[in-house]
């Protein structure tokens, strides 16, 4: 048995339905599951899904306000008035404020651009910056993927004398800003249809209006912020990174050109990957260290040269924020370790002086990660009392909804139900630490505090062929609420398993079914090449994927989580001593010594039927040291139940299978023999016998046992003097000749039998009956 690191959920989707909607919609029935498998059951759904057919953008008008904001930022352009936009200084802020400037400008209006410092000005619309917009001669400001928590802000705003406009997609609170047009995909005197948009998304929609038509040569700025905020790729989103992801491909903006060539990627093969992993951080590592103007300046500037330097600098910032992430996260795991510990601490609140602000939300998901936890990471500015932080969560946890209950002592804090990000006092840390933990004990099981992995579809091995990736594939983009599609192999023969990598952390295997075969690759699971027995059948949950190499391409499964159903057999025997492997069994073992004491206090020492039958060892790890003295003490031991792993070793100090057991006809002889000579010295000439039969000595030396143990021979000074007035017996009720026939059928069941068959033996045995064992422990 293996068990698996993660709860697994697979979608119950009918293989007659799949199959029906499959040929109605024209794909395969693989990729017909997963559609149903996500709710889409119609025929224009799907096709619109996967062909992009009928998939059109919404009216802009739909948003409440935005009639007003166009009519105000028209003002702007006849009146000459300034207007700024106010963004954020992440990836989606970014892009959110490149998408309204360029298309402000376009449109006639004098406008720039301003994105607060995270370090001095924290997140958000504030007071100061307000006042200098102002005083610089900003009539109107338009906030992109912020403001809809300023209620302070607006109130200045209105009381200097500046409209504001808001553009946001963030949770809205109880109360709403006090602004001229709050334009917000989820406004709740509005009804819009798609209520997911990314700040990118929201800004796009307002360049839409102002366009007058979809701008399409926004859409690769508008892809980066929807894919790099990780808002759900459906709806109106998927059309936004679908199209943008093209756009990306074609784009000649000269900051994409460059982001490019500064890290080798081919612009031509660019998907939500790229953008996700490759894009996005560097676009947020500039203002994560200090100002996000160089990410901004990327994306707007129209000379190349220029475009190359930012994309040097910005790249060189990432790979900083690389460096201080590691080592903030390596610091925050020793803390929660040592200090909060997660058995204790159902939701991790840690802090330090000194811990960057602009990666905090980084190491919230490492620390998620590792613990499987609700996490916030507070950085902590002792001259002020501040610690500014983000937060991370788990499924079954809504972080917005939690930190809403805090709000008198959270006067910033905003986000989603997975993520936030916060402002607090440093005298209240701890009080959020208090509340947090309570919120988490009275809404989360034990059960919660495993990871979930959803799973799509089952998946046979011979239906897994390219040709059925490639559809796969047609589902794309992937993100939220369309991930990536996982399939669960089941009961799948090891052809092949072994570790790889430069530390071997990494593993490779091959799998079988039907006389069919997949590769499969696991990064990080290097270490179940040690806890897979070579012939379990094992169920394997991962992605697929096609493995192009040396001009061939083949399917292969990027492996996520691995399990073995059943007792698993290790085959110890005959190698090395116990001491060299018997600390990599994983724990909840028992290791198991029949007859003979240990002086190892973990040693469990069994020498009857009874002792081994009370002994319970359902899913844990059983070692067996060595030979048990006879077939009933073992069968005692394994009877009704069902470990997990059975790791055989059967040490034997001497043994009885190789020192042969005469026959019959060989005991036959040899007292004939004996009764001819009447006295026969066995130590002078026992061994010129035995060389002259071609018998081992010990073989002599045993006859000569059970002979004396029946009453046939006397034995004195290692003379053999023949009892003719002996009673006739049977050579079965000598004990030395049942304890050899016994260690000579055990040894050969258990010591030299072969993997399979030594397997079998265990498997019946642990089939044996539950009442056998309850017999045993009256």
């Not at 590592?285 to 040269?305: F, I, N, W």
């Not at 610690?387 to 989603?416: E, M, N, V, W």
């Not at 018997?582 to 009857?608: H, M, Q, W, Y």
């Not at 470990?643 to 001497?654: G, L, S």
Request: aromatic share 8%.
């Amino acid at each position: 048995m293996l068990k698996p690191k993660m709860r697994w959920s697979l979608k119950e989707v009918d293989r007659i339905q799949s199959e029906a909607f499959a040929e109605e919609i024209g794909t395969s029935p693989l990729a017909a599951s997963l559609l149903l498998g996500r709710g889409i059951t119609k025929k224009e759904e799907a096709r619109a899904f996967l062909f992009d057919e009928g998939m059109t953008f919404h009216d802009p008008f739909l948003l409440k306000d935005m009639d007003k904001a166009i009519s105000r930022i028209r003002q702007a352009k006849e009146q000459g008035e300034a207007v700024l936009v106010f963004g954020d200084y992440d990836a989606d802020g970014v892009s959110s404020t490149s998408v309204l400037l360029t298309a402000l400008r376009d449109y006639g209006v004098s406008a720039d651009y301003y994105i607060p410092n995270r370090f001095t000005e924290g997140y958000g619309p504030n007071e100061p910056a307000f006042r200098h917009a102002k005083e610089s001669g900003f009539g109107l400001i338009i906030t992109v993927d912020t403001g809809i928590s300023g209620i302070h802000e607006a109130t200045v705003a209105k009381e200097i004398g500046i409209d504001l406009i808001i553009t946001d997609h963030h949770e809205p609170g109880p109360e709403l800003p006090e602004a001229l047009a709050i334009i917000h995909p989820k406004h709740p005197g509005g009804s819009y249809p798609f209520g997911h948009l990314a700040g990118v998304g929201v800004a796009l929609k307002v360049a839409h209006a102002l366009y007058e038509k979809v701008p399409e040569h926004l859409l690769d700025l508008a892809a980066i912020g929807t894919i790099a905020d990780l808002v759900p790729l459906n709806g109106e989103n998927r059309l936004i990174a679908k199209k943008g992801i093209r756009a990306l491909r074609q784009s000649q903006r000269p900051g994409i050109v460059a982001l490019c060539k500064q890290t080798g990627t081919e612009q031509s093969s660019i998907n939500e990957e790229t953008v996700g992993f490759m894009i996005g951080p560097r676009i947020n590592a500039a203002g994560r260290l200090d100002d996000a103007g160089p990410a901004a300046e990327l994306m707007l500037t129209e000379d190349m040269e220029e475009a190359m330097m930012l994309a040097e600098e910005i790249d060189a910032m990432n790979k900083q924020r690389q460096t201080i992430v590691n080592e903030m996260a390596k610091e925050a795991i020793e803390i929660v370790s040592r200090d909060y510990p997660p058995d204790e601490y159902p939701v991790i609140i840690v802090g330090k002086e000194g811990w960057n602000p602009g990666v905090v939300g980084i190491v919230a998901s490492r620390l998620t990660d590792t613990f499987y936890r609700p996490a916030i990471v507070l950085g902590f500015d002792t001259e002020k009392g501040i610690a500014k932080g983000s937060a991370r969560s788990i499924k079954g946890f809504d972080l917005y909804q939690s930190l809403s209950t805090c709000r008198d002592i959270l006067p910033h804090f905003g986000g989603h139900p997975m993520a936030a990000g916060m402002t607090l006092s440093i005298d209240d840390v701890d009080e959020l630490r208090r509340r947090m933990v309570k919120i988490a004990n009275e809404t989360l099981a034990e059960e919660d505090f495993t990871p979930i992995i959803q799973v799509d579809s089952e998946a046979s091995i011979p239906d897994i062929t390219v040709q059925s990736i490639e559809e796969l594939n047609k589902l794309a983009p992937f993100g939220m609420n369309n991930p990536k599609p996982l399939f669960v192999i089941r009961d799948a023969k090891i052809a092949a398993m072994k570790k790889i990598g430069a530390n071997q952390t990494h593993l490779k295997a091959a799998f079988e079914q039907a006389g069919q075969a997949i590769d499969g690759i696991g990064f990080g699971m290097g270490e179940y090449a040690d806890h897979i027995a070579k012939t379990a059948e094992v169920s394997v949950i991962g992605e697929l994927s096609i493995n192009e190499w040396n001009n061939m391409r083949r399917p292969q499964i990027m492996l996520r989580d691995m399990r073995v159903d059943e007792c698993q057999l290790f085959d110890m025997r005959g190698g090395k001593s116990h001491l060299h492997w018997l600390n990599d069994v994983p724990n909840e073992k028992i290791t198991i010594s029949f007859g003979r004491e240990s002086a190892d206090p973990s040693v469990v020492c069994v020498k009857s039927e009874q002792e081994a039958a009370q002994i319970e060892m359902d899913d844990k790890n059983i070692i067996l040291l060595n030979l048990p003295e006879n077939e009933q003490v073992i069968k005692s031991l394994l009877a009704g139940k069902a470990p997990a792993r059975i790791y055989a070793h059967f040490r034997t100090e001497e043994s009885h299978f190789f020192s042969a057991m005469p026959t019959r006809d060989q005991f036959k002889w040899y007292y004939g023999f004996l009764l001819k000579r009447g006295i026969f010295d066995i130590k002078q000439h026992g061994e010129l016998l035995a060389k002259k039969q071609g018998w081992p000595y010990a073989s002599i030396r045993f006859m000569s046992k059970v002979f004396f143990e029946l009453g046939f021979v006397k034995l004195n000074d290692g003379k053999i003097e023949v009892q003719k007035d002996a009673d006739k017996r049977d050579l079965s009720e000598s004990p030395a000749y049942i304890q050899k026939q016994t260690q000579f059928n055990l040894e050969q069941k258990l010591v030299y039998s072969s993997y399979q068959e030594l397997k079998s033996v265990l498997d019946k045995w642990m089939k044996g009956s539950d009442a056998y064992r309850e017999e045993l422990l009256k």
